[in-house]
């Protein structure tokens, strides 16, 4: 009975429960919306709604917002802005006004030009060469005596030449290239000779010098009337030619200025040439055995310059519209290879039966045994180049121009600087062929230096491409 009872319990509590869990839940009605209240009599308190909380164990999702949210009212979706997408917007078109329009594209792929020169080299110095009187012997200091050759160049004449250049990009963008010129001058000989039977201003003619023996002035008289009669020449000649190789970089570039920076090497070479000859006659005397006496006489000084050296530079590119100017300065230091060469020599024609005599002899007047031959030195060189253009720009790959060249180097050996003047007359073999002699070796070998620059006009057509 005591098991009963507790048994007969639980199934009626057991009962009673799955009755409550079976009863369907009493429907709420949803709140009225918000613009539709109930009509409320008057003076009845406000109905406040209140939203229920959150539930506390609620989820929260990605992004910080809840599973469970209070109920909110139901209306249209406000517009979301929708993200601004990129219109596609054509590039804009620059009309071609420069042969580089774009800052980044200023040499261009490939370039070259083509220049005429028309320069004028620096005149040679030369020292006292050929005197002339009327009366008397041609000694210098004399009233009567005229200097015709020496103390300054025998003329300043243009020499022609060409110039050319090529270069091309080594980068995509154009703005490092490569570059390289060369340029030469034709062979320049000028020549002033004197004779005393061409015309009765000079009827004495001679050859200037110091005399080494005595210590005081002296010369070689040629033409002397009635004795014998000569012509008498000195010749200078000039040429030059040159090379570069240059890594050209942009510095700046704008629409209408550009700057470019060089740097690389630079070849000179510079060769001049002095001869001085002589045609004597000697009529038949009693001083000299009453025979005629033919003489061919030369002096040839040579020197020759070969400079080496890495140079930098930079170039100014202005225009506007068509007109243009380009200003380019370069620098360049190195060693340059100086080369002096002298000889001389004398023919002597003696008229005699059956056959005439033909006698040589080493050494001239100025070129004698004591200072022939060859000496070789180097020394260390500036060559600095200035050159101004300005033109117009036909189209946009051509350009004409023209301008100024100025090119310097500052240690040079130069032919007229290496005649020594003063002299052992013992030496020259017209007054004592091939005889023995004594006092001192003069004249003795020189090495002087001075300068040398070319400068002149430049014509010239440019393309780019």
């Known amino acids: 009975m005591r098991l009963v009872l507790p048994i ?3 199934i009626v509590l057991v009962v009673l429960a799955g009755q409550g869990f079976a009863e369907p839940p009493i429907p709420v009605p949803p709140p009225p919306p ?16 209140h939203a229920p909380p959150a539930a506390p164990d609620a989820a929260p999702l990605s992004g910080g917002v809840e599973v469970s949210q209070p109920l909110q009212p139901v209306g249209p979706l406000p517009k979301t802005a929708e993200p601004d997408s990129p219109t596609p917007s054509a590039e804009p078109i620059t009309l071609p006004t420069d042969r580089n329009p774009r800052p980044g594209h200023v040499l261009g792929q490939f370039w070259d030009s ?14 006292p060469l050929i005197t002339g009187s009327r ?29 050319g250049t090529i270069g091309f990009s080594l980068n995509d963008e154009d703005t490092v ?16 000779s004197v004779s005393d039977l061409s015309s009765d201003r000079f009827r004495s003619l001679g050859l200037p010098y110091v005399n080494a023996v005595t210590g005081q002035e002296d010369v070689l008289t040629l033409a002397s009337p009635g004795q014998s009669s000569a012509q008498l020449a000195a010749s200078t000649t000039t040429r030059a030619q040159g090379a570069e190789a240059n890594v050209v ?18 070849f000179l070479q510079v060769n001049e040439g002095l001869l001085i000859d002589e045609t004597y006659l000697q009529y038949p005397t009693p001083q000299f055995g009453n025979t005629k006496t033919l003489g061919l006489i030369a002096d040839q000084f040579d020197a020759r310059n070969e400079f080496n050296g890495m140079q930098l530079g930079l170039l100014a590119d202005a225009h506007h519209g068509m007109f243009y100017v380009e200003l380019t300065g370069k620098v360049a230091l190195g060693i340059n290879t100086e080369v002096v060469r002298v000889d001389g020599v004398t023919h002597l024609i003696t008229a005699a039966n059956p056959v005439p005599i033909l006698q040589s002899y080493p050494g001239g007047v100025y070129a004698l045994p004591s200072n022939m031959g060859q000496i070789k030195q180097t020394a260390f060189a500036v060559v600095p180049e200035g050159i101004f253009k300005t033109g117009l720009k036909l ?23 290496q005649v020594n003047t003063t002299i052992n007359p013992a030496q020259i073999p017209l007054l ?34």
């Open 432 to 465: 004592n062929p091939g005889g023995t002699y004594t006092g001192p070796e003069r004249p003795e070998a020189t090495f002087t230096r001075s300068d040398f620059w070319l400068q002149g006009l430049i014509i010239g057509f440019e393309t780019r491409f």
């Open 8 to 10: 007969f319990v639980g």
């Open 114 to 127: 083509d220049e005429f020169l028309l320069w004028w080299p620096k005149a040679q110095p030369l020292p």
């Open 177 to 192: 290239g490569f570059e390289g010129k060369y340029f030469f001058l034709g062979t320049r000989t000028l020549t002033t």
């Open 395 to 417: 189209g946009d790959r051509g350009r004409f121009y023209v301008g100024y060249n100025f090119l310097y180097l500052n240690n040079a050996v130069r032919a007229g600087n």
């Open 135 to 163: 009366t008397g012997v041609p000694l210098l200091g004399q009233p009567q005596t005229t200097l015709i050759v020496g103390n300054r160049g025998i003329d300043n004449q243009d020499i022609a030449g060409y110039r």
């Open 34 to 49: 918000p613009d539709r209240l109930p009509d409320l009599p008057m003076g009845s308190a406000p109905i406040v709604v």
């Open 249 to 266: 970089a942009n510095l700046y570039a704008e629409p209408g200025l550009k700057l470019h920076a060089l740097v690389g090497y630079r």
